[in-house]
């Protein structure tokens, strides 16, 4: 028989998972043991826990699942903010944790990692409410615990805590399943069949009855496994669709029927607010999360009375609640039901000119339309938390590039260990990664762990010496928004990153080299590029109070004073 360590890690690689992050550590050295000792595991050992956290988010949005594997109390606690984000954008991360022995904490020994009060019960409350599934295995219940905790972390899309004390890792377990059964793989939903019919039936009422319709599909789409059948359905029906932020790089932007992204006052062409807005029926497939930065700082305006929700489990139609129904099943059944039209929707923009000549600086306005063209089929963008964001999100993708970002979470410093977790989880892809110098600083010693990994990507580090979205967001001029100074193209060398191809870009001629560079080379690519600091202006005033809510609100007119005011 296994032993529970040995059979957890192996219940997992079934899923095709192939790469466990984490840091390792005492107490969870039966896991890392095995771990090594698997042959379809590989171990990446990161810098530190919460970029390993980070990474392991980056593996799952592309690879459906990942392991994170961490020591109790301190090393769990430093992860536990990398895992939250994986639980706000429904990521299945499997966190495994390594806890004393239980002969320790039967006899409350007051180990170090602790509080001093022989309990790891803090830690374990804190971590499992980090997760949507949590279990405390030991040799009689880790066969059935398992199979519990992958059905709930899939059904919810959210990570799992496994807890596991150093000596019951090294058991055997208890009531392994024969050899003739085959373990239970990746659960698939199902719908409640009336619930589900009666859904569709409100749904194909009001779709036939409207005029003008545009799907509007969130990145949960992706997550519950309706993908394939999004495609479909608006293959067939030929509807036309927009993307917010948060769900940018779900579908393809050269398919005839994007309209482009819809954020609001700021959705990029501005007329896709209209079109959207303006619909007898929006079909938000997935459940569109209405968060600030993803609607425009709440400037969008969504009649509610003209929106058919599909949520993960449920369907609004109208007002009317169908509950207990599988999102991939609305979707199939949409794609089989919807009726075929004839046509397409917008054709695909134009490309303008390049702004800029050689001597310039570099700027925001001709660095992204040349990493627009720099894109090409197959790579993947990856966007940090910031004012790069921003302009990324607005970018018109080329065919087949993917595009991943933590919009909801927001955390600075993801990107550079999720870029990483991208690329181990599909080698066959370039990963083209652009992060501010602020949120680099925080997980930049993630540059060795790639280096020693072989991962080839293409950064761009901006660098504006300041926390740049700080100051958009806010007001200029503040001391705490400046940066220590680094000469960020030398930091790949002094990590022994061989191979890479390092420069410094201060002029649109700098720039355009580089990326023809980076083009050709064989190896990973470090472009340090300068932006200046004056680009980070402050938003207006009205936006900053729309966004925070600090300001205490005027009174508003009398239905006289107004009644006057609009007769003049």
């Given amino acids: 028989m296994p032993s529970v360590a040995d059979y957890v890690m192996e219940r997992l690689a079934a899923l095709g998972i192939d790469h466990v992050f984490g840091v390792p550590g005492d107490y969870s050295f039966p896991i890392d043991n095995a771990v090594e000792s698997s042959p379809r595991l590989k171990w990446v050992v990161c810098s530190n826990e919460l970029n390993a956290a980070y990474a392991a988010d980056g593996y799952a949005r592309r690879r459906g699942a990942a392991i994170l594997s961490t020591t109790y109390g301190v090393g769990e606690l430093s992860a536990l903010n ?30 170090h990692h602790s509080l001093g009060d ?113 495609r479909d359905l608006l293959r067939r029906s030929r509807l036309p669709f927009a993307l917010t932020p948060m769900d940018k790089g779900l ?47 709440w400037t969008g305006a969504l009649d509610p009375s003209r929106v058919i929700t599909v949520g993960p489990e449920h369907a609004d139609v109208g007002g009317e609640l169908f509950t207990s ?32 000549g050689p001597a310039d600086p570099v700027s925001s306005p001709t660095l992204y339309p040349r990493l627009e063209r720099f894109l090409k089929g197959g790579d993947i963008l990856v966007a940090e938390t910031g004012t790069c964001m921003l302009h990324l999100s607005r970018l018109r993708l080329p065919v087949g590039v993917g595009y991943e970002s933590q919009t909801l979470w927001g955390s600075i410093g993801w990107a550079t260990p999720a870029a990483m977790g991208v690329a ?10 652009v992060t501010g110098d602020g949120a680099h ?37 503040h001391v705490y928004d400046d940066l220590a100074g680094w000469d960020y193209h030398k930091v790949p060398e002094a990590m022994r990153c061989r191979g890479w191809f390092c420069a410094r870009v201060a002029t649109v ?31 207006e005033r009205s936006l900053i109070d729309n966004l925070y809510r600090t300001k205490t609100p005027g009174p508003k007119p009398s239905a006289r004073k107004r009644k006057a005011g609009g007769s003049r």
């Fill in 82 to 111: 990398g895992v939250m984000g994986s639980k706000a954008h429904r990521l299945p991360v499997f966190h495994v944790v390594g806890a004393p022995s239980t002969r320790i904490q039967r006899r409350r020994l007051v180990t």
């Fill in 118 to 230: 022989g309990s790891p019960d803090p830690f374990v409350a804190v971590s499992a409410s980090a997760a949507g599934v949590s279990a405390q295995l030991t040799p009689d219940n880790a066969v059935q615990e398992m199979d519990r905790v992958l059905r709930e972390a899939f059904r919810l899309s959210q990570p799992a805590y496994i807890l596991i004390p150093e000596d019951l890792a090294l058991m055997p377990v208890r009531g392994l399943p024969s050899a003739r059964t085959r373990p239970m793989g990746r659960p698939v939903a199902s719908s409640d069949p009336r619930e589900l019919q009666g859904a569709l039936e409100a749904i194909l009422t009001r779709l036939k009855a409207a005029r003008k319709i545009v799907v509007l599909p969130s990145f949960h789409i992706a997550r519950y496994g309706a993908l394939g059948d999004l």
């Fill in 251 to 297: 579908l393809d932007e050269s398919l005839p029927g994007y309209l482009g992204l819809y954020n609001g006052h700021r959705s990029a062409p501005e007329t896709v607010a209209s079109v959207v807005e303006g619909a007898d029926v929006v079909l938000d497939l997935g459940g569109v999360i209405p968060e600030d930065l993803n609607m425009g700082l």
């Fill in 325 to 356: 129904i599988a999102l991939v099943d609305v979707v199939r059944a949409l794609a089989r039901k919807i009726p075929a039209r004839r046509g397409t929707a917008l054709a695909a923009s134009k490309r303008v000119p390049l702004p800029g």
């Fill in 424 to 433: 181990l989880a599909e080698p066959g892809r370039r990963v083209v990664m």
């Fill in 441 to 477: 600083q925080f997980t930049a010693t993630e540059l060795g762990v790639m280096g020693r990994c072989g991962i080839d990507p293409v950064i761009l580090v901006l660098n504006n010496g300041l926390y740049g979205v700080e100051e958009v967001i806010s007001e200029r001029g």
């Fill in 509 to 539: 001629a700098d720039l355009e080299v580089a990326l023809d560079r980076a083009r050709s080379h064989k190896g990973a690519c470090y472009l340090e590029v300068l932006i200046p600091a004056e680009e980070s202006q402050p938003l």
